[in-house]
Structure formats: C-alpha cells, structure tokens
C-alpha cells in the first residue's frame, strides 16, 4: 500500500473522503494510483486531517507546501496553557517558516524566555524599552515584517487591548502597529471567555478582520466545564498552514492579468477656488486595487484627488478632472480587466451672467449683487467610453451609487452601458462615502446577489473572487 493509499484510508475510505472534499471517488483513486494529491486539495486533506488524529506530516511534505519564506510572529500571553504555545514552535521549526518569538509579562511567569529561546534557537522578545533590542530589531519592524502573527494562548486581557487600542507593552504595541493577518487562539475560563466585555471585544475583532481560532469546549484546567480550551496545537499549527497555503495559492491567481482600476472623486473646477465634487472617499477602489495586487495582478489605478494613503500597486496615476481621468484610462488600454469605482462627476458647471455672458474663469469669480447661472456640460462617461470601445477589455465592472430603486437603475446602467458586473449600493443614507463599511449588491445579466454589510477590505477580497469566477467562465 503506497503513501497516500494508506492516508486516505486513515482518513476514513475513498467515499468519506470523496464526499467530504465534495469530488468523484473516483478522483480518490486516481490519487491513491498516483500516489499523489493535488496542489490544490492538499489544504482541504489537511482540515480533514486536522479533525481526527492522523499525523499528517508523515504523508504530506509539509516543506514542499511552503517553499517561499513565510514569517510568523508568535506572542504568547500568560495563561495556564502557556505552555502549549511550546509544542506551536516545535511544529513551526519543523517547516522552514521563519519565526520570531513575543512573551508578555504575565507569559514569563508561566513559561521562561530562555526555554522559548532555546527551542526556537533565536531571541525571545520582551520588552519594550530595550535599547538593545530597539536597535537590532525594533517593535515596528517586529509588527511589519510577519505575514501572520499568532497570539496563542490569547488572554482576555490581551483581546480587550486589542480591541480597545491599548499599547502599554510590546505585545499590544505591536498588535497595534501591524498591518499582517492577525490571527488569535484565545483560552481562557469560560465565565471570563462568556463575560459581555470579552464577547463584545470578540465581535469588534471579528468586525476589523482579525480571525479566531475558536476556544475548545470541555473540562478546563480549573475544574470547570465550559467554552475557553486552549485548542490542540496541532490543530492551531494546521489552521496557520491552511491560511499559509491558500494565501500562496492566492499570489498567483492574476499572474499575467492586467487591470485598470479607476477610484475617488474627480473634481471640476468652476474657477481657481471653487469646484464641483462628490463625497468619494477612494477607500473601496483602493482596496480593490491592493486586493488584486496581492494576488498577482498588474494593477494601474487612475484615481482622483484623495485624503488617504496610496495603495501597494505596480502603477498609480492621480488626476483631478473627468476629462484627464478618461484620457489617462484610454492610455491605459488595452487591459484585461477595467473596474471603474471613481465616482466621476456628471457634469462641470460654468458660470454665466444673465445676459449669459461668460466669466473669464481663469481668475477667481467676484462676490457681487448679480445672479449667477450656470450652464451644465455633461462629463465624459468612462466606463460607457471603455466599454463601447474598440479595446473594451474581456471584463467590464462598474460601481453605481444610487439613492433610490438600487437595483433597478443598476439593471438599465448594465444594459445601456455594455458592462459584465455592476456593484450597486445605497448611498441614500450617508453611510458609504468615506465609511470603512459597505453593503453592495452585485447585478449581472442574470442576477442580484445581495451582500451582507462587510468592511471594504471583506468586499474587495470578495469582489476578487468573483473576478476569478468571471474570468474562470470567460475563458472557457
Ligand atoms: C494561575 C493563573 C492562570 C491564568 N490563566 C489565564 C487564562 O487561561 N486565560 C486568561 O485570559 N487569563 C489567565 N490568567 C490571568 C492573566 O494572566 C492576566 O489577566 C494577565 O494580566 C494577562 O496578561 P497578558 O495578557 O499580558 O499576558 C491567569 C492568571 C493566573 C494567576
């Protein structure tokens, strides 16, 4: 019986495992005649693996999945399953992700730096205001450089820190100070895991993106029956290697697609001082172009004048007006895919006297007695340009921000416009511009999909998913 023959049987049989990954058992068996499992089911072998007791390690080569440098950074808090935080880094060591080591204060009273240090054969770090430890290795680039970092056990201390801003320590400072994923494995006792400050600093995580590996039910060290177990580590080893192994899976998705991305308002100006705008913040453009440059693609973001910082992508152009937005996207052409999120103003307005005499517009209007017109000429339209063009890219996405009859304006704009996908939402409220939140729905040909309210970043890396599916179909 060959390698993968007998992991499948381990795992309970062709047909249990056919039925769970949702594929032929068929499939199965080809894989056990191969004695190979493909790249891309190897993650679902390992959360099947993960849930009963198979060790996993002497079937998968669980290097091979990891051959570009990740880095992990671990803090350990301080709680009675502090020590497992150990068994964590010894399984860490075995792959060759590169792992840096936080205690907080209340960890070295459960567990020594010198024991994580050893194991982990590289400095443990402690503190905050180490001069020493401040010019090798300070705590901003100890929170930059991982691409993931582990709070395992995770306090309720530590979590009401986190979601509270709190930086007293390095532990929390760091928190604060990362752009990684954030990942925590929280233990505690049940009460204090029940109590509505820990619930509600639990939801608030949730809400920014952090994830969680949920606490086990059972008896706790205490004696107590409840929700707050420290997890298996291998477990929680599993569920970082599943993130690890999707994410890389994800930096290739739009290798070779090229996309042009258009975001923020534009601005029209009347005169040198005054202007026509909309309330566009550029956040959901910006973290569409960020998403899908994360995943491989050649992003060229075109975007109006923004307050917010630019995003990581291989090409940004800033504009202010309609007409420079259109010229610098119709450069840009050709490309694979075009998503248009700016909100372009829709007109620019010059001002006339009653006698529609036209102002010299090159220096400022004066505040005088007189009524003021304004003649209202139509902004170039962008996406219906792109679209109808003869170098329409294979995908054509555009943003609609209504305040009434969402969908249904969605609809006609999608129809008259020769665009793929619309992303419709209500701004009749005030609760989109600017905000990190959005609720859209998403109107094709065939469909509305409503999506439940997520933070911009959650819909971006939804939308990028759905762009895969697109292309996916295009391509067939
Ligand atoms: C024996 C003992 C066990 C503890 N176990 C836990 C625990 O499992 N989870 C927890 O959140 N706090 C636990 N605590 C309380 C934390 O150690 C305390 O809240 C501390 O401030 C956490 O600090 P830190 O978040 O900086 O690590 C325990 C305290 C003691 C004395």
């Known amino acids: 019986m060959n390698k993968i023959s007998e992991l499948i049987s381990l795992l309970g049989g062709t047909g249990f495992v056919a039925e769970k990954l949702n594929v032929l058992p068929s499939a199965i068996s080809n894989w056990k005649k191969l004695n190979k499992i493909p790249r891309n089911k190897q993650e679902d072998i390992l959360q099947l693996s993960s849930h009963l007791n198979v060790d996993i390690e002497k079937f998968l080569p669980i290097k091979k999945l990891h051959n570009v440098k990740v880095k992990i950074l671990l803090i350990i808090c301080g709680g009675i399953a502090s020590y497992k935080s150990l068994e964590i880094i010894r399984l860490i060591k075995k792959t060759d992700i590169e792992l840096d080591v936080v205690m907080t204060k209340s960890a070295q ?37 991982p691409d993931i970092i582990l709070v395992a056990p995770a306090s309720a201390n530590i979590m009401a820190k986190l979601a509270n801003g709190l930086a007293d320590d390095l532990a929390s400072t760091i928190l604060l100070a990362s752009m990684s994923k954030i990942i925590l494995a929280p233990s505690m006792n049940p009460v204090m895991w029940n109590n509505l400050a820990t619930r509600e600093n639990y939801k608030k995580m949730l809400d920014r993106g952090i994830e969680f590996i949920e606490p086990d039910t059972g008896e706790m060290a205490c004696g107590e029956k409840g929700t707050g177990r420290f997890p298996e580590p291998k477990l929680i080893f599993e569920t970082i290697l599943s993130y690890i192994s999707k994410n890389q899976i994800l930096t290739n998705q739009f290798k070779n697609i090229s996309i042009l991305i258009t975001a923020g308002p534009t601005i029209e100006n009347i005169d040198p001082v005054r202007f026509v705008s909309n309330k566009s913040s550029g956040k959901q453009g910006f973290e569409i172009a960020s998403e899908l440059t994360k995943r491989g693609a050649k992003v060229t973001l075109v975007t109006g004048p923004v307050n917010i910082p630019l995003p990581n992508c291989e090409n940004v152009i800033q504009v202010t007006s309609a007409q420079e937005m259109l010229d610098n996207v119709t450069q840009q052409l050709p490309a694979d895919i075009f998503i248009c999120s ?32 304004f003649e209202t000429i139509k902004t170039p339209d962008i996406l219906e340009t792109v679209a109808k063009s003869n170098l329409r890219p294979k995908i054509v996405i555009g943003f609609a921000a209504e305040t009434n009859k969402v969908k249904k304006n969605a609809y006609s704009k999608l129809l008259s416009k020769n665009i793929d996908l619309i992303i419709a939402n209500d701004v009749s409220n005030n609760q989109v511009f600017g905000e990190d939140f959005n609720k859209v729905c998403l109107v094709d040909k065939n469909n509305c999909e409503e999506w439940e309210k997520q933070s911009k970043k959650s819909v971006a890396f939804h939308l990028a998913n759905k762009i895969n599916d697109l292309l996916t179909n295009y391509d067939q």
Do not use: G, Q
Request: aromatic share 8%; with cysteine; proline share 3%.
């Open 342 to 373: 700016a909100a372009v103003a829709d007109w620019k307005l010059i001002p006339k006297t009653l006698s529609n005499k036209s102002f010299d517009v090159s220096n400022k209007i004066k505040k005088t007695n007189d009524t003021l017109l």
């Open 109 to 145: 009273k459960f567990i020594t730096p010198l024991l994580v240090t050893s194991l982990n054969e590289r400095k443990c770090y402690t503190e905050l205001f180490s001069v020493e430890d401040e010019t090798k290795m300070n705590h901003i680039k100890l929170a930059r450089e």
